[in-house]
């Protein structure tokens, strides 16, 4: 497995996992001090420039599933029991729903910028609360029959099948994330977040260069727009 670089450091991954799917692996980056806000004008603005920008540079709807990440993070649902027609790779939803004239989801500024780099690097990103977890501890695994999962805005848990992938936080055994697709309500990024990590969700046939290229970006946007100055 290819080593991260410039400052990024990898999550853990299960020997066992690994064996089964060589080449994956998701790079971490570590945010704060933050100031996260419901909306930020600047950062709407960077979001309509980004819209038609994709708008213009990229194929129709019916184009994109074959993209390269595109179509490594379909390959990769399939295997983990998940159907990428019915639950779309994160970025690939963004891009869809770009192409179809929507606009990006405004969650808050932190979620938002996460999202803006997705849009502009086809990567999935998972944003932890970094104070709602330990950082330390987390580890990429397969998850176990019977397990119990609840993710961002579920009324009750889901309970897993044994084929998932999972982020675990092994301090105190709780699952964080179902990989690479929804993550935890625990951790989930609010306008209270201090301090975060991110994720860039790679899977099999995406080059680590490629995630590294979204970590900067992550890094550029965040610092950009959770910073402690007000918004002018």
Request: glycine letters at 6%; aromatic letters at 6%.
């Amino acid at each position: 497995m290819a080593e991260a670089s410039r400052g990024f450091a990898q999550l853990r991954v299960d020997p066992e996992l690994l064996l089964e799917f060589p080449g994956l692996h998701a790079i971490e980056l570590p945010l704060g001090p933050l100031v996260v806000r419901r909306i930020d004008p600047r950062l709407e603005a960077q979001k309509a420039r980004t819209l038609e920008e994709v708008r213009k540079s990229r194929a129709g709807p019916e184009g994109i599933r074959e993209e390269p990440i595109f179509r490594a993070y379909r390959d990769f649902y399939w295997k983990i029991g998940v159907d990428p027609t019915k639950t779309r790779p994160a970025a690939e939803a963004l891009t869809r729903r770009s192409l179809g004239g929507r606009e990006i989801p405004c969650i808050n500024t932190l979620v938002d910028a996460c999202n803006l780099v997705s849009l502009q690097t086809s990567i999935s990103i998972a944003a932890f609360d970094a104070d709602r977890l330990h950082p330390e501890a987390l580890v990429l695994r397969r998850a176990r029959s019977g397990e119990e999962f609840r993710g961002i805005g579920m009324n009750q848990p889901m309970t897993l099948r044994g084929v998932e992938i999972v982020i675990e936080d092994s301090t105190d055994r709780t699952l964080v994330a179902n990989y690479p697709y929804r993550d935890s309500e625990r951790a989930r990024i609010t306008e209270a977040t201090r301090r975060a990590v991110l994720f860039m969700c790679g899977v099999p046939g995406i080059e680590i260069e490629l995630l590294e290229r979204a970590g900067r970006l992550c890094q550029e946007f965040v610092t950009e727009y959770c910073k402690d100055a007000p918004p002018s």
